[in-house]
């Protein structure tokens, strides 16, 4: 039987034509080719291609959280598409060793030819950053404008509505505030988990107490500690003290969500909240591969330029240092790890729950 579609010829398929014809030194044009050039512009064409699929893939998981009911088989899709780009962040994260294969000297030999032409003016990255859930207000300032300003007009636009679609932060939020395993009839699992902290403090409290290889100034300099800890979980069990960190700032995930955030880590061996544990620890890890990124590109601006002003006009290696944590998205989950508490010291769950939780849950 014939097949209703042609033959497809590789060359033809991957339009290699177009794509081998895009590497255009600008030194040759100008009569002073630089061999490193091509390395330059091979290595960042290859960064936007990487940077397109990762688009490809987060546009689809977002469109998956979009609805008010995302069943089990969405959430499996989602982490798999999204450990999808954690392994292309590797993989970007590994192309810098390539680049930095060319020194310094070699760099200067084009390096004029570029400006004011630079890595900020990415579309792509800021789409991403936009879309994962960076906000205007989180960006460092370039030269004290706007990121938006020094692209063209198109690409403001882009930009401009991607900062109006609901972001994968949102979007996760939102889904995690629809948990139903915080409370079961009697079960109440904030409470337990309330009692349980104390518990876990004041035994800590009198170990050091009790610790006779202390000596008193110790012993004060680790009560005080275990009272700022105390501190940290008093806000995270007041909503009104979670509500007013947000206020200033410290943090983004809102109280019922980190409720829920927090349960999922706490008994993700549960077979229905794994999957949900995979999920979370994803994003922590994209957000962690993009802050290793950024770090990595700084660290090779300054190796190539020193503390030079960028072929953009910036500050080069200091503003790419300062979006290293300025922009990272997640952190809420990251911070989590400070409530965390021994498996042996979780509350036991009632026979009920367990089997709610075991493999599937539906509202009846």
Do not use: C
């Not at 789409?127 to 198109?154: M, P």
């Not at 909240?273 to 993009?290: A, G, K, N, Y």
């Amino acid at each position: 039987m014939m097949k209703p579609y042609p033959p497809a010829y590789y060359a033809d398929y991957l339009h290699l034509e177009k794509v081998l014809d895009a590497q255009m030194p600008r030194s040759a044009q100008f009569g002073k080719p630089a061999h490193d050039e091509m390395l330059f512009i091979t290595v960042h064409q290859a960064f936007e291609i990487w940077f397109k699929q990762i688009l490809h893939e987060l546009d689809s998981v977002r469109a998956l959280f979009e609805s008010d009911f995302v069943d089990e088989t969405r959430v499996g899709v989602a982490v798999s598409r999204l450990s999808r780009i954690a392994e292309i962040q590797k993989v970007m994260i590994d192309q810098f060793r390539i680049l930095e294969t060319m020194t310094p000297l070699d760099f200067l030999e084009f390096r004029d030819f570029l400006s004011p032409a630079s890595g900020f003016q990415s579309v792509q990255f800021r789409l991403i950053e936009n879309k994962l859930g960076l906000k205007r207000a989180q960006r460092v300032d370039f030269n004290r404008t706007s990121y938006e300003k020094r692209l063209s007009d198109e690409h403001q636009r882009l930009l401009l509505q991607s900062e109006s679609e609901p972001s994968l932060f949102e979007l996760l939020e939102k889904w995690l505030e629809r948990t139903p395993f915080l409370s079961f009839g009697k079960f109440d699992f904030w409470k337990l988990y309330e009692r349980a902290v104390s518990e876990m403090l004041a035994a800590d409290r009198q170990t050091i107490q009790t610790n006779a290889t202390l000596s008193d100034a110790e012993k004060t300099k680790e009560l005080d500690g275990i009272a700022r800890i105390e501190q940290g979980f008093a806000a995270i069990f007041d909503e009104g003290k979670h509500q007013a960190a947000i206020d200033k700032g410290e943090r983004r995930l809102s109280y019922k969500a980190t409720q829920a955030a927090l349960l999922i880590l706490l008994y993700r061996d549960e077979p229905i909240l794994h999957l949900p544990f995979r999920l979370l620890s994803v994003l922590i890890d994209i957000d962690e591969l993009f802050t290793t990124w950024r770090y990595r590109h700084s660290m090779m601006v300054q190796k190539m330029i020193g503390v030079k002003i960028g072929t953009g006009g910036s500050s080069g290696h200091q503003y790419l240092k300062q979006t290293v944590d300025a922009h990272r998205v997640f952190l809420d989950l990251f911070n989590l790890s400070t409530f965390l508490i021994p498996r042996s010291a979780l509350p036991t769950l009632p026979d009920a729950v367990r089997r709610e939780l075991g493999f599937h849950y539906g509202n009846h």
